[in-house]
């Protein structure tokens, strides 16, 4: 298939926002999906922002239908991989963002990691429980940069004895509001380039871009007088996002699955992988109103309706909002976000006093990131396939220099600083981790800081400290969620005791032994992205390119 550059004139002209009818559309998901269901993954024809693409879609919708659950339920899902666009990747993995998968780490879905993807036309079970995890996840593709095609969507575990809940009425689909970036052209060419900017933001799916259509928004409706506890999901491949509420304030209970002490402000920033949720009291006058989700992408813009949804109280005309924009005056702070439960990091306090230290330091040269002067490179085995086959230390595993060995039940505590390209989201697959000193603070807390599991490395010249228990036997990625930057080697594994992974989990299912001689049957061809062909595209769009790389695990 031709790929075309991302065209810039458009014989629609914008007017203005108050003068229009809303082209807005109430959000309610087409499914709701239990924690025993089948998520077919396939190749579509979708607008979310007026520009026609082809992309890579769970069950056939973007955002991928809502996957709910209660604390305590089992989950069996089934990934069916029905991809034919032989412009993206055929093959596929999903990983289920923020649950621990204790026991199970052959079902965390990390391609590479703790398993070989999907190959087309195959599909695998993903058997797993997290008894005791309760909140606001997400599931997206692990396979190379293969989300930003479209693979991604919410999971969220309710809890019937919320310590919280006295403070909110609603908490139900409607309520779930995701954050997501979107690209006209598709990923495998856009994995090429080292600044790889999207061309819209989409909220529930929807959104508008720079000379564009005015396409549908999304909308959240809201009666007067209820509370409402909004769960906000960035599901972002890069940019981060300043979010708000015209002419409403929000308390936040939660960030990223653990619950925080109630803390009141007018304006969040969400890192992509971050989630929060936040108590909305519709307690304004009936109308509409804007949602604004402003990225740090260039000159981005509130103009004609970008980056931007409606809150729609009962009663209000189908009209977009004539809301002003408002300076924030009380913004999050991440130091000011306590953990709720079991406040404390874990360890005797005090700065390089836990049972491990680690330092990295991240450096980057013509676009590859490096930790501790090594680039992530994904082994042709995956780890785990690795420690069951008797691999056990650091000179045995491979990535070499990229597969840290730690023993069980160790506290450590991580120092990263990156001296290069600000706000990098790091995540740790396998734990929640107490955030020590939160990147621009000059101080430590080790009595109540927020626990989460994805945090911002910050600027260049800070740095970022984060604590956490090896209780989990497996190998865990640790990487930054910038999908481009994963992809161009911003990773390490963090392998759990290696020497008594095998004792520690459930039984692996035969068909996860097929994964990898199925996947490594497959020609060039039948991996898709179109090989030497994203390359040249990406050639054309700009000069500022990546080392040309193979295929995601080939080599």
């Avoid at 999304?218 to 007088?225: H, L, P, Y």
């Avoid at 179109?530 to 295929?551: H, M, Q």
Wanted: proline content about 8%; aromatic content about 10%.
């Amino acid at each position: 298939m031709m790929l075309t550059p991302i065209l810039i004139a458009s014989l629609v002209s914008l007017i203005n926002a108050a003068s229009i009818v809303s082209r807005s559309q109430s959000y309610s998901q087409p499914a709701v999906l239990g924690p025993q269901t089948t998520l077919t993954i396939a190749n579509k024809v979708i607008a979310p922002d007026g520009f026609e693409r082809s992309a890579t879609l769970v069950n056939g919708i973007f955002p991928g239908p809502l996957i709910a659950a209660q604390k305590g339920d089992n989950f069996s899902i089934q990934v069916v991989n029905e991809l034919t666009d032989e412009s993206m990747f055929l093959s596929t993995s999903v990983h289920w963002h923020g649950i621990f998968q204790n026991g199970t780490n052959y079902a965390d879905g990390t391609s590479f990691v703790t398993q070989c993807p999907i190959a087309q036309n195959h599909s695998f079970v993903h058997n797993f429980s997290s008894p005791n995890q309760a909140g606001t996840y997400w599931y997206h593709s692990h396979y190379s940069v293969q989300y930003c095609d479209g693979l991604r969507g919410a999971l969220v575990i309710y809890d019937p004895d919320d310590p919280l809940a006295y403070m909110y009425d609603v908490d139900d689909a409607s309520t779930v509001i995701t954050l997501s970036d979107w690209y006209h052209v598709v990923a495998p060419v856009m994995r090429h380039l080292i600044d790889a900017d999207a061309n819209s933001t989409l909220i529930n799916g929807l959104g508008r871009y720079a000379g564009g259509p005015a396409s549908e928004l999304a909308v959240i409706n809201v009666e007067q007088g209820k509370r409402y506890r909004l769960r906000l999901l960035a599901m972002s491949c890069d940019p981060n996002f300043n979010f708000t509420i015209d002419g409403h304030i929000f308390t936040v209970i939660e960030a990223d699955g653990q619950l925080t002490e109630p803390l009141v402000v007018d304006q969040l920033q969400i890192f992509a992988g971050q989630r929060y949720s936040v108590v909305l009291v519709a307690n304004q006058p009936v109308d509409n109103y804007w949602i604004r989700s402003l990225p740090n992408l260039v000159n981005p813009s509130f103009e004609g309706g970008q980056n931007s949804a409606i809150l729609r109280y009962q009663g209000a005309p189908q009209v977009d909002p004539t809301t002003a924009y408002v300076s924030p005056q009380n913004i999050l702070t991440e130091t000011n976000l306590h953990a709720l439960i079991n406040p404390g990091a874990p360890g005797i306090p005090g700065y390089g006093n836990a049972d491990i230290n680690l330092h990295f330091k991240v450096t980057n040269d013509t676009g590859l990131f490096y930790i501790n002067n090594v680039t992530f490179s994904p082994p042709s085995i995956p780890v785990l396939l690795q420690i069951l086959s008797g691999a056990q230390d650091p000179f045995q595993l491979l990535p070499n220099g990229s597969v840290y060995v730690l023993g069980h039940n160790k506290v450590v505590e991580l120092t990263m600083e990156i001296p290069v390209v600000p706000n990098h989201p790091i995540h740790l697959h396998g734990h929640s981790f107490d955030v020590v000193q939160s990147a621009g603070s000059s101080t430590f807390n080790y009595v109540n800081p927020v626990r989460r599991d994805v945090v911002s490395a910050g600027n260049p010249g800070q740095q970022m400290v984060i604590r956490w228990t090896t209780d989990n036997y497996g190998p865990w990625y640790l990487h930054c969620h910038i999908d481009w930057h994963l992809d161009a080697g911003f990773a390490v594994i963090m392998a759990e005791s290696p020497s008594d992974t095998a004792a520690h989990l459930n039984p692996i299912p035969k068909e996860w032994d097929q994964l990898c001689p199925t996947f490594y049957s497959l020609t060039p061809t039948q991996l898709g992205g179109e090989g030497r062909l994203s390359w040249e595209e990406a050639a054309s769009i700009t000069t500022l390119l990546f080392p040309e790389t193979p295929l995601p695990g080939h080599k």
